[in-house]
């Protein structure tokens, strides 16, 4: 391919953002009670078809790993798909310029990030393949024609974009929250506009007029800048010089500047500014979230510590799940496992069960030497689905260069599990059964000396097992 995306390593200053939305819409709410109550309420569609029971039940289900197990594996976090559009009097105003899948675990207090770059090439049941940023305006014909999310009808329709993403990701979407970016411009300028440090020189020729007509050349020297709402949105928007990820880390940036900027004194206590702000939000920002899941989210993101919440992309580098195509003389990112296994355990190496992630299971994968290559191909597996797999004393395996924890002086002809946790691993073993297949023995046994907690024997029939 001639054109490459840059892999963008996440700022771990930039995660906690989704949750200052959520905490700063509830402390509007209270601090304008019925009024800004009556505001909200514009921002609220029909309430999601498919909600995360971990927020639509009674009291805290997380709190109860009985209630929990009950679950199907997506259902036992929250996942929010934030997008963000353009907006009137910007070209493709109603493409969803950006997509990040926000992943919460409340019962472990922790929270996974995933970014979704808009040239994902993805097929879409009854209307074929599109790019993702497509998907929303296809069953929303008033959102499709103004491309904004002002005055858009009450019955706004997430049920297509929801069930696009998570079908390719592997995990329910229980909601969506779209924001037009002209709400950041607006705010912006209401608090005064937002300091931000520019990495690198920025200039772009073909930046669109405020006519959309034609071009006006955009520059922004490295360094130090004050930036008002029109610089800033120029700023988060600028992509014809830079790649997709380049801008939203631009986007970031100016969201975590916005943020300490309403933070500051002078705006928190200002009604006039509180409720200028909160008119723009009721404006600019759809959701299905109902206000009820939004005070429940609020509460458990209170609760997540920065260091506590994973930032992840979906991208074509190396170590990636994409590569970048083109189709019908389009530039498209597609799965480079057509099956989409390898996004589904991505996936899931990151939004963790939260059962599994309690237990930290500490796991050993070991065999005979001849079964290197399977075992070599279970810890990358395992390890992608975030099993804890610890060391033994192993040997090298000069042919893949890799540290395996085969035992030379024995021979396994049959693969079974070890269970040395006496019972205390109940999530774990439940997924390695399912991973494995019925067909794996499970030897239960009391050894306390151990320094894991569950022993995977790969053996001659290993292959055997898994095609069953």
Known sequence: MEESLE???PNKSRKYIIF?????????????GFR???????????????ASPLLSGDGDIW????????????????NVLLMGIGGDNHPGGNLTDTMQVISIDPKNKEAAMLSV?????????????????????????DYASTGSAKNINKEMDFSLVKSTVGDFLGVPIHYCVLVNFDAFKKIID??????????????????????????????LKKGEHHLDGEMALKYARSRETTSDFDRARRQQEIIIALKEKVKQRENLVSPTKISQILSVLADNIKTDL????????????????SSKIQNKVLDDSADGVLYADKYEEMYVLVPKDSTLKEVHSFIRQYFKDPLFAEEKAKVLVSGSVKNVYKENAVIKELSGLGYNLVSSPS??????????????????????????????????????KAYFGKDMPVIVLNEKDKNYDIEIIIGDDYQSIVNK
Not at 20 to 32: D, E, N, S, Y
Not at 118 to 139: M, P
């Open 190 to 219: 209401i608090v005064g506009g937002v300091d931000v440090n520019v990495k690198e020189d920025l200039y772009d020729p073909l930046y669109p007029d405020k006519y959309v007509a034609g071009y006006e050349a955009f520059y």
């Open 20 to 32: 200052f939305i959520f905490i700063f819409l509830l402390a509007c709410v209270l601090f304008f």
């Open 117 to 141: 770059p808009r040239d994902l090439y993805v097929k879409v049941k009854n209307y074929g393949g599109t790019k993702i940023n497509a998907v929303l305006s296809l069953n929303n014909s």
């Open 7 to 9: 892999y963008i390593k």
């Open 63 to 78: 709190n109860n790993n009985a209630a929990i197990s009950k679950l199907e594996y997506g259902d036992r976090r929250i």
């Open 395 to 432: 040997i090298s395996d000069t042919t893949t260069n890799t540290q395996t924890n085969s035992t030379e002086d024995k021979k396994y002809p049959k693969s079974f599990i070890y269970d040395y946790s006496n019972g205390s691993k109940p999530a774990t073993m439940d997924y390695l």
């Open 36 to 50: 800004a109550y009556g505001l909200t309420k514009k921002m609220i569609v029909s309430k999601s078809s498919n």
């Open 290 to 305: 109902q206000l009820s899941e939004i005070n429940g989210l609020v509460q458990i993101g209170k609760q997540i510590s």
